[in-house]
C-alpha cells in the first residue's frame, strides 16, 4: 500500500486554474514566483490576459496551491470546468470596481471642497479616507500580502505612497492617487478583456450541441457525448459539429474558420469535414472519426493557447529588466527621501513627497504588458486568417529570416499529375492517343493513369472497349484495342519488348522535362503523353513576394530528378534548386544553409518533410487541414494550402516586431522622463499616476493594432 502512494506521490502531474483578481502582469509574476518556490512545484506558468495559471510539478495538488494563490491575494478556480464562470465574475468585479470608483470620486470631490472649507476640514479627511478605502481597500490588501511575502509589487508601492501622502498632510493627493490609479486598473480590466475575448471567440466557433442518429432516431446531445462513429446531421446553414467524413447529401461548406479560406468549398460523400464550419445550403450526413477532445478546431485552440503561453524573446527580456528595474527605483526612492534632509538639511516633507512620486512610477505595468498584449493579438489575428503560428517567438523572428526553402511536390506544386502534353507519331492525332490511353487507364488503379482518364472525362472524349487488360506494376498496362495489343507505360517498357531502343525519342522527353507516358504496340511507339505535377498558381507571385520583402536567398528541394527540378524550379523563379534529395538528405541541406544563411525557413508538406522542417529555424507546413503531423511538427501550420499567408505572416510579423520595439521604448521613456521629473520635484503626485495610466493604456492599444492586419 506504502509503495502504490510513493509511487503516485513521484508522477508528475500538471494543474491548470483560473486566476481571479490579477491587475496587471506584475501580478502575474508575482505569483509565478510565489507558486515556483512551493515544494514539488517544477515550472509555472501565468498567463495574465487569459488568467490560466499552469503548474508542473510532482507530488502537488490543485487544493495547496490555490490556498497559496489565496495567501498571495488573489483567488483560484479551476480552470477545466469554469472558464465562463470566470469570465462572468471578471464581468462583475468591473462593474463592481466601477461602482466602487465612481463613489470613491464623489466623496473625493466633496472631501476636497469641505477640506479647504473652514470648520469642515475634519470632515472633508474622513470623505477622503472613506473614497480611499472605497476605491483601494483591495490594492491595500495586496500590498499587505507583499510585503508580508517580501515581494514588493504595484499594490504594495501605490498603498505605500497613498500612507505617506496621507502622513505629510496631502490627503486630497492621497485620495487622487488611488482613485486615478483604480480607474487605470478598470481600463486596463475592459482592454485586456476585448483583447481576450478575440481569442476567446475561437472556442466559440463550435456548436455545442448535435443531432445524432441512435438506435433509428436523431436525438440531441452535447459534444462531449459524441462518439467515434456516431452518424450526425447537418442542416443547411448550421455548423457542422464533428471531424468525420460525409456519407450522404451534397453541400458547400465554408471552411473559413479553419482554413482562412473565404471561398466555400464543395462536399459529396467521402469528403472530410470539420468542428467549426459552415453548411452551405445542403444536407448533411456525417459520420464522427475523432473525439471531441482531439476535433481540429480544438487541436487549433489549445495550440493557440499553449503559444500565448510561451515567452517571446523580448517579453523575456522585458520581464527581466522590470524584475531588476522595480527594486533600484524603490531603492532611489529611499535615498531620495532621507539622503538630502540628513545630509543637506533640506525639506523633509518636500523630499518624502518626491520619493512617494518616485514609488508610484516604479509600477512596472506598461512595461510588463507591452509585449503580450502585442503576441496576443498577432496569434489570435494569424489564427482567424488560416495560419497557426505555435509561439511569441516565431511572430518575433519570422521577419528576420533571410533563406526560404520550399518542397516541391504538394507545396511548389499541387501535388496532382495532370496531362501537360500530347504527341501523336504515325499520323496518330492526340485525341486518338488520349482516348487509346485513358480507355486502357481506366482498368487500372495508378495516379499517372488516374490523370490520363480524368484528362479525357474533361475533353469530353469517350472511352473504348478493352480486352485482356493486363497490369505490369512499375512499368504500366496492357489490352487488346480494336483488335490489336495496345500498351501504355513508361519507356522501359517498351524497351523490353525489344522493338524500341533507348535513345530513339530521347530528345523529345529532354525537351519536356516531364514525366513521359508512351502509347505504343509491341512494335512500335504510337504517341507519348508527357505528365506534370501543377504549380500552384500563386507560387510564383509568393517567390516574388518575399524576395521584395528582404528574403536573400530561395531554393527549392525535392526528391526528383535533376532534369524535372530545373524546369520547375525555373518556371517559379526561386535561387537554386537541389535534386534526388532523400528526406534525411533535405536535413543536411537546411544544416549546410543555416551555416550560409542567420537563418531558415523550410516549408514542406509536413508528413515526409517532417525532419528538415524540425531541423529549420522555423518550420512551416502546407496542407494542415489534412495533416495532423503538420500540427505537431511545424512551428507554423497553414490550415489551407494557400502559399500567399507566407508573406502576409511575414508582414505581420514585421509589424508586430515593430509595435513592440515601440511599446518598450514608450514604456521605458516615458519612465525615464517621469524619474527625472519627480526627482527634480516637478512631477506631482497625481501626475504620475495618469503618467503610468496613460502609458498603460496607450501600449495595450497599440498592442491591438497587431489584431488588424488582413
Request: one cysteine or more; a neutral charge.
Amino acid at each position: 500500500m506504502t509503495s502504490k502512494q510513493d509511487n503516485k506521490q513521484n508522477l508528475s502531474c500538471k494543474i491548470s486554474l483560473g486566476i481571479q483578481g490579477m491587475d496587471c502582469p506584475d501580478c502575474a509574476m508575482k505569483l509565478e514566483k510565489g507558486i515556483s518556490g512551493m515544494p514539488g512545484v517544477d515550472s509555472v506558468n501565468v498567463d495574465f490576459i487569459s488568467g490560466k495559471m499552469t503548474a508542473i510539478g510532482t507530488g502537488i495538488s490543485e487544493s495547496d496551491i490555490a490556498g497559496e494563490v489565496k495567501s498571495l491575494g488573489y483567488r483560484a478556480v479551476s480552470y477545466g470546468e469554469s472558464v465562463v464562470d470566470k469570465d462572468e465574475i471578471d464581468r462583475k468585479t468591473r462593474k463592481r470596481q466601477l461602482i466602487e470608483v465612481v463613489a470613491a470620486g464623489i466623496l473625493a470631490i466633496a472631501g476636497g471642497i469641505l477640506l479647504h472649507t473652514e470648520g469642515f476640514s475634519l470632515i472633508g479627511k474622513i470623505l477622503i479616507l472613506s473614497g480611499i478605502v472605497i476605491s483601494g481597500n483591495n490594492i491595500g490588501r495586496k500590498g499587505y500580502l507583499a510585503l508580508r511575502k517580501l515581494r514588493l509589487d504595484m499594490n504594495f508601492l501605490m498603498s505605500a505612497a497613498v500612507i505617506g501622502a496621507i502622513l505629510i498632510g496631502e490627503w486630497l493627493e492621497g485620495g487622487v492617487v488611488i482613485i486615478l490609479f483604480a480607474i487605470a486598473q478598470l481600463l486596463e480590466s475592459y482592454s485586456l478583456a476585448r483583447s481576450n475575448r478575440a481569442v476567446k471567440s475561437l472556442m466559440d466557433l463550435s456548436p455545442k450541441k448535435a443531432v445524432v442518429k441512435r438506435n433509428g432516431e436523431e436525438i440531441i446531445i452535447d459534444i462531449q457525448e459524441i462518439i467515434i462513429g456516431d452518424i450526425v446531421s447537418v442542416k443547411p446553414g448550421e455548423q457542422i459539429p464533428v471531424d468525420g467524413n460525409v456519407t450522404g447529401g451534397f453541400s458547400s461548406v465554408n471552411q473559413a474558420t479553419i482554413t482562412g479560406e473565404s471561398i466555400p468549398v464543395s462536399k459529396k460523400a467521402g469528403d472530410p469535414v470539420y468542428a467549426g464550419t459552415i453548411n452551405g445550403d445542403g444536407f448533411l450526413e456525417i459520420k464522427t472519426l475523432k473525439n471531441p477532445d482531439d476535433f481540429k478546431l480544438s487541436r487549433i485552440v489549445r495550440l493557440v493557447e499553449e503559444a500565448r503561453a510561451k515567452r517571446a524573446p523580448s517579453q523575456s527580456f522585458v520581464d527581466k529588466f522590470a524584475a531588476i528595474y522595480t527594486p533600484i527605483v524603490t531603492v532611489l526612492a529611499v535615498l531620495v527621501a532621507i539622503i538630502p534632509p540628513l545630509l543637506f538639511n533640506a525639506l523633509w516633507i518636500e523630499w518624502i513627497y518626491r520619493a512617494l512620486a518616485l514609488l508610484v512610477i516604479a509600477c512596472p505595468c506598461a512595461l510588463v504588458i507591452s509585449t503580450p498584449v502585442t503576441v496576443v493579438s498577432a496569434l489570435t489575428n494569424a489564427a482567424r486568417n488560416g495560419v497557426l503560428i505555435k509561439g511569441g517567438i516565431f511572430i518575433e523572428n519570422l521577419h528576420k529570416i533571410r533563406s526560404v526553402a520550399f518542397d516541391k511536390t504538394g507545396t511548389i506544386t499541387r501535388g496532382v499529375l495532370s496531362v501537360h502534353k500530347i504527341i501523336g507519331l504515325d499520323n496518330k492525332s492526340e485525341e486518338e492517343i488520349l482516348r487509346i490511353a485513358a480507355s486502357i487507364e481506366k482498368m487500372s488503379q495508378h495516379p499517372i493513369g488516374d490523370a490520363i482518364v480524368r484528362y479525357a472525362e474533361e475533353k469530353g472524349i469517350s472511352l473504348m472497349p478493352v480486352q485482356e487488360f493486363r497490369s505490369m506494376p512499375g512499368k504500366g498496362a496492357c489490352g487488346i484495342v480494336d483488335g490489336i495489343e495496345i500498351c501504355v507505360g513508361s519507356p522501359s517498357l517498351f524497351e523490353g519488348f525489344g522493338a524500341i531502343k533507348e535513345g530513339d525519342f530521347q530528345s523529345e522527353i529532354e525537351k519536356e522535362a516531364r514525366t513521359v507516358v508512351v502509347l505504343g504496340s509491341k512494335e512500335k511507339a504510337l504517341g507519348f503523353i508527357f505528365i506534370s505535377d501543377t504549380i500552384r498558381p500563386e507560387s510564383i507571385a509568393v517567390v516574388r513576394q518575399l524576395m521584395s520583402l528582404g528574403v536573400a536567398n530561395t531554393v527549392m528541394v525535392t526528391g526528383d530528378n535533376d532534369r524535372i527540378a530545373a524546369e520547375v524550379g525555373k518556371e517559379v523563379g526561386v535561387d537554386e534548386t537541389r535534386a534526388d534529395l532523400m528526406p534525411e538528405d533535405k536535413v543536411g541541406f537546411i544544416e549546410n544553409l543555416k551555416n550560409r544563411h542567420d537563418s531558415v525557413v523550410m516549408i514542406g508538406d509536413g508528413v515526409n518533410d517532417a525532419p528538415a522542417l524540425a531541423a529549420s529555424d522555423i518550420g512551416i507546413a502546407m496542407g494542415a487541414i489534412g495533416s495532423d503531423v503538420a500540427l505537431e511538427t511545424a512551428d507554423i501550420a497553414l490550415m489551407s494550402d494557400d502559399l500567399s499567408r507566407i508573406p502576409w505572416a511575414y508582414r505581420l510579423s514585421k509589424k508586430a516586431y515593430q509595435i513592440i520595439i515601440a511599446n518598450i521604448v514608450m514604456a521605458i521613456g516615458i519612465k525615464a522622463v517621469f524619474i527625472g521629473l519627480a526627482s527634480a520635484g516637478l512631477a506631482t503626485l497625481w501626475m504620475a499616476v495618469f503618467a503610468d495610466m496613460g502609458v498603460s493604456l496607450m501600449v495595450i492599444i497599440n498592442g491591438m493594432r497587431a489584431l488588424k492586419l488582413r
